[in-house]
T-cell receptor, first 116, second 110 residues
């Protein structure tokens, strides 16, 4: 069964450093998403992406964050200058059509980001 | 924004027992989703509900979309050790593809 993959599984970085989290969505899906989950808390939406553009973003997704689809398979989340509070699990998800009410989002296993 | 409130926050049950958890909101949702998250993994969709009053089963899991569209419940029958995990309700809103509840953490004692 096709699945969303993410690398690395765990990233440790120093405060102020840039990190890039990578995702390979399911191959025929058109909509891509990033979510984050701070330890012990709920999953929160960051950004959605379609047709090489950001579709929607939350308040969390400020100027320190950016997303890119650098080639036909990868989808990346970049944090320019990491802060301690960026420590969290980051989940990538993809869906076929992006229809809110009926389309299913499939989640990857996540990247645990630890900022020291 | 729209929020989802889940209860209970956590539960400890004996293997073989039935489990019930629910999710409520102060605003209407047109789709209710139930996800399970195993430790160190991403959420996996268990059941999707699209119509008010809908009752849907997936093996030992049953979920219902409340008729007011402001609540949903998830039941697990005859629990087994692999049911351990965090169960999230979720739904799309006008400005967020998915908003999640805080989850119900289920522990099963063999």
């Amino acid at each position: 069964e096709p699945e969303v993959t993410q690398t690395p599984s765990h990233q440790v970085t120093q405060m102020g450093q840039e990190v890039i989290l990578r995702c390979v969505p399911i191959s025929n899906h058109l909509y891509f998403y990033w979510y984050r989950q701070i330890l012990g808390q709920k999953v929160e939406f960051l950004v959605s992406f379609y047709n090489n553009e950001i579709s929607e973003k939350s308040e969390i997704f400020d100027d320190q964050f950016s997303v890119e689809r650098p080639d036909g398979s990868n989808f990346t989340l970049k944090i320019r200058s990491t802060k301690l509070e960026d420590s969290a699990m980051y989940f990538c998800a993809s869906s076929l059509w992006g229809v809110r009410t009926t389309d299913t989002q499939y989640f990857g296993p996540g990247t645990r980001l630890t900022v020291l | 924004g729209q929020q989802l409130n889940q209860s209970p926050q956590s539960m400890f049950i004996q293997e073989g027992e039935d489990v019930s958890m629910n999710c409520t909101s102060s605003s209407i949702f047109n789709t209710w989703l139930w996800y399970k998250q195993d430790p160190g993994e991403g959420p996996v969709l268990l059941i999707a509900l699209y119509k008010a009053g809908e009752l849907t089963s997936n093996g030992r899991l049953t979920a219902q979309f409340g008729i007011t569209r402001k609540d949903s419940f998830l039941n697990i029958s005859a629990s087994i050790p692999s049911d351990v995990g965090i169960y999230f309700c979720a739904g799309p809103t006008g400005n967020t593809p998915l908003v999640f509840g805080k989850g119900t953490r289920l522990s099963v004692i063999a």
